[in-house]
């Protein structure tokens, strides 16, 4: 295992931990009046980690049987060409979200007062995190360059489910910090988070593009990387 290969993970971790199930739907709980129910914020989190663990963990072995199946049809090499081609074409791809047409707040107000509600139980916001999680399993595109990077470095799957785990666990590192500043300084981060949430009510759409940019570089930079520069690459650890 690389050290490229842990940096770049960790890259697409932050990333993904600014989506709407890992940072938006936190902030909404953590604005809610009164004194913070961190318990209720850590099971939400808590959900939304073991839901995307348990996705990677099922992607990578299937894509690692599939790869098995086809056999010298797509040799290690070839494998790297398709994830720079994805990386690339990610890339171009998100020059075409205009911020000014993904304005607009839609139902976000409903999801957002029924999620800060009183009345809200702990199993419904778990079950909100199974929720985001699900909607954003067709287009969580830095998990899945992370996953391509994990599949193509042909490692043993403890050492996959190590680097899935910590993926997950850097990826609510955002908001775990969020919940951590409100609980213990709450009059300094309370403006922090109503700012962050009135960009999230009306501009969160207009990120998309630059989310999916930066997923589409950290991608083709590591194959790049493995292809043109493999000594750098084998820099680290091995597994």
Known sequence: MSTGLVLSLAGLALVDGTSIGTLFIPVWLLLAPGRVRAGRVLAYLAAITVFYFCVGLLVVLGAGSAADAAGAALDGRAALWVQLAIGIALFAWSFRFDPERAKGTGGVSRWRDRATAESTST???????????????????????????????????????ALLAGYCLLMVLPATVLLTARVTARSRIEPLLQRMNTWITEKAGGATGWIIAIAGFLVARDAAARLWFPHLMGQGWSG
């Open 123 to 161: 199993a419904w916001l778990m079950g909100l995190a199974l929720l985001a999680g699900l909607v954003e399993v067709a287009t969580m595109l830095p998990y899945l360059g992370a996953i391509g990077m994990i599949t193509t470095s042909e490692l043993g799957t403890p050492w996959v489910a």
